[in-house]
Every structure is written in structure tokens, then in C-alpha cells.
T-cell receptor, first 118, second 111 residues
Framework: AQKVTQAQTEISVVEKEDVTLDCVYETRDTTYYLFWYKQPPSGELVFLIRRNSFDEQNEISGRYSWNFQKSTSSFNFTITASQVVDSAVYFCALSVVSKADSWGKFQFGAGTQVVVTP | DGGITQSPKYLFRKEGQNVTLSCEQNLNHDAMYWYRQDPGQGLRLIYYSQIVNDFQKGDIAEGYSVSREKKESFPLTVTSAQKNPTAFYLC??????????FGEGSRLTVL
């Protein structure tokens, strides 16, 4: 069985501070994907990034960066110089690549609410 | 533009009524999903469909029903058997285990 843990329920920062969201996952499968999604107050989940289990390179996209470490089963997300528009709930998710199924077995964490104040 | 369209965005229901939430996608994805989200909580899988005319129960299927008569469409019916239907409902699609694409969601309130 798969499990995704986001231990931080809410993080509050002042604008321009950096914020790091933790994500720890569990799976016995060797081939899997990890994801981060953003859910602004409007409700729609916005896809941010996908990493596969064989690619541990860290990635940077603008003010966003991701740190994937298989040794600690973690896929952490950092927002640098936070802005008010970053206020949202962020979800970490895991899917296992199944040879038999044509659908994805996605497991979501409980989410972390990020509040950025001016 | 390719994407997923959910309707209605807001829906009010009286107790004892069935309601149907629409989900249409033009991404040509085989797999489609329905999730439920309660305030301050994560996503729970209601039903999923891998292919037309086939669907499977997720973790919280009781009180819900679906159909998949067309690849593009995956409507969800919230029946009167669902004891606590007030929630935010999200439809999604995917290509296998790759990322889910979500619609804007439908917010159901029982009066």
C-alpha cells in the first residue's frame, strides 16, 4: 500500500520569506511518480510538477524548487521569496506505475495550507 | 483548449433528492476519476473508470453512482443514500499513472 504524509497542516509566513513544504512517502514499488499540486481558494487543483522514481535531480522553476531524496523517501517543495498569490493548499501525491492497469493509483497527502501575509 | 469541464459549479439539493454532476474532458484520456474533498481535508476517491463502459469503486463509493458511456463523459450521481453529501467534488482524468488533470470542481450543498 502507498502512503503520503504531509506533517505540516498550516504554515504562515510574511511576504518574501522562503517556505518549505515537507512530503514523505511510502511505497514498495520501485517505479512510481511523485507530484505536487496547488489548490488556490477557487478550488481547482493545479499541477506543478511530476518526478519519476529514477530521476533524483532537483528541479527549479522560477521561485519554486523541489528536492527529491529516495534515501529518505522525501519530496520537499520550497517557495522562495513568497508572495501573497502563493497562499493556497499544496498537495503532494504519489502514483505507482502499474503494468497491468491503464489507470493511475494516486495517493494524496492531507495537504499543507500556506498563508502568506503582506 | 484541452481540459476538463465540470458543471454545475454550485449546486443545492434538498434532502432525499438525487443530483447528477457533469464531467466532460477533451484530452482524449482513457482514465477518469471522481474525488470528494471535505473542508480542511485531502482528496478521497469515489469512483474511477479505466475505459468506456467500465468503472470501479474507490474508497468511498457508497451513496454514489457513475456511468461511462462515452470516453469524454463521466457523470456522477449523488443519491439520497449518501448520508452526508455536502462537499466539494472534483473530476479528473489521466494517462495511466501520469499526472491527473482536474476540473474546477462542483460544490454541493444539502439544504
Amino acid at each position: 500500500a502507498q502512503k503520503v504524509t504531509q506533517a505540516q497542516t498550516e504554515i504562515s509566513v510574511v511576504e518574501k520569506e522562503d517556505v518549505t513544504l515537507d512530503c514523505v512517502y511510502e511505497t514498495r514499488d520501485t517505479t512510481y511518480y511523485l507530484f505536487w499540486y496547488k489548490q488556490p481558494p477557487s478550488g481547482e487543483l493545479v499541477f506543478l510538477i511530476r518526478r519519476n522514481s529514477f530521476d533524483e535531480q532537483n528541479e527549479i522553476s522560477g521561485r519554486y524548487s523541489w528536492n527529491f531524496q529516495k534515501s529518505t523517501s522525501s519530496f520537499n517543495f520550497t517557495i522562495t521569496a513568497s508572495q501573497v498569490v502563493d497562499s493556497a493548499v499544496y498537495f503532494c501525491a504519489l502514483s505507482v506505475v502499474s503494468k497491468a492497469d491503464s489507470w493511475g493509483k494516486f495517493q494524496f497527502g492531507a495537504g499543507t495550507q500556506v498563508v502568506v501575509t503582506p | 483548449d484541452g481540459g476538463i469541464t465540470q458543471s454545475p459549479k454550485y449546486l443545492f439539493r434538498k434532502e432525499g433528492q438525487n443530483v447528477t454532476l457533469s464531467c466532460e474532458q477533451n484530452l482524449n484520456h482513457d482514465a477518469m476519476y471522481w474525488y470528494r474533498q471535505d473542508p480542511g481535508q485531502g482528496l478521497r476517491l469515489i469512483y474511477y473508470s479505466q475505459i468506456v463502459n467500465d468503472f470501479q469503486k474507490g474508497d468511498i463509493a457508497e451513496g454514489y453512482s457513475v456511468s461511462r458511456e462515452k470516453k469524454e463523459s463521466f457523470p456522477l450521481t449523488v443519491t439520497s443514500a449518501q448520508k452526508n453529501p455536502t462537499a466539494f467534488y472534483l473530476c479528473a482524468s489521466s494517462v495511466g499513472s501520469r499526472e491527473l488533470f482536474f476540473g474546477e470542481g462542483s460544490r454541493l450543498t444539502v439544504l
